[in-house]
């Protein structure tokens, strides 16, 4: 059975840094591209970024987060990160991690149940 | 980018009734190169993520009631739902994923009438 598990979210003052984490079972990881997506409260959803399978050296960003926003993943540990730093207010949101079907021009199969990211001092 | 617009924003069914959702790409999402329409479907319940309902906008997700259905291709899409059910209650969602960014319709809130 394929498992997402968010977690790292939690209250952050605006400026600050934050590190999800999203712990994957269930499949062989290091074989499917991977999204973090997010959702502002009452609102709906926006992409945020992609990792490619294998090494993970392609990565795309929106551009709401690019040069703020870090993907990466660890084969080795079966897990996908997202580090966020200069956060803003407008960055408070549920963040989801979803699973490709493959590569990066897939549809989102499998989603996490989501971590809570609020900015806010 | 691709900008997504769903219709209506909200609906109101009656339980046995039928639910249309619709969705237009503001460019193609079909790949000529595999004859696929790079347009999926999502349900979200309240306090739930999404949940995959239909792929390459026309396919089934297993597990997914046969109530649910989705068609079109291009530009124009609709998902449609048979038979409301009264757990059918949520936001449904059309996403892209042919070109990046990639990006979602505004959702349509779906209510039993």
């Known amino acids: 059975e394929v498992q997402l598990l968010e977690s790292g979210g939690g209250l952050v003052q605006p400026g600050g840094s934050l590190r999800l984490s999203c712990a994957a079972s269930?499949?062989?990881?290091?074989?499917?591209?991977m999204f973090w997506v997010r959702q502002a409260p009452e609102k709906g959803l926006e992409w945020v970024a992609t990792?490619?399978?294998?090494?993970?050296?392609?990565?795309l960003y929106a551009d709401s987060v690019k040069g703020r926003f870090t993907i990466s993943r660890d084969n080795s540990r079966n897990t996908l990160y997202l580090q966020m730093s200069s956060l803003r207010a407008e960055d408070t949101a549920i963040y989801y991690c979803?699973?490709?079907?493959?590569?990066?021009?897939?549809?989102?199969?499998?989603w996490g149940q989501g971590t809570l990211v609020p900015v806010s001092s | 980018d691709i900008v997504m617009t769903q219709s209506p924003e909200s609906l109101a069914v009656s339980q046995g009734e039928r639910a249309t959702f619709n969705c237009k790409s503001s460019?193609?999402?079909?790949?000529?190169?595999?004859?696929?329409?790079?347009l999926a479907w999502y349900q979200q319940k309240p306090g739930q993520p999404p949940k995959l309902l239909i792929y390459?906008?026309?396919t089934r997700e297993s597990g997914v009631p046969d109530r649910f259905s989705g068609s079109g291709s291009g530009t124009d899409f609709t998902l449609t739902i048979s038979s409301l059910q009264a757990e059918d209650v949520a936001v449904y969602y059309c996403?892209?994923?042919?070109?990046?960014?990639?990006?979602f319709g505004q959702g349509t809130k779906l209510e039993i009438k």
């Open positions: 979803a699973k490709s079907i493959g590569g990066i021009s897939s549809y989102y199969e499998y």
């Open positions: 460019q193609t999402v079909l790949n000529s190169a595999n004859n696929k329409n790079y």
């Open positions: 996403h892209q994923h042919y070109i990046t960014p990639h990006t």
């Open positions: 390459w906008a026309s």
């Open positions: 269930g499949f062989t990881f290091s074989t499917y591209a």
């Open positions: 990792i490619d399978n294998g090494s993970g050296a392609k990565t």
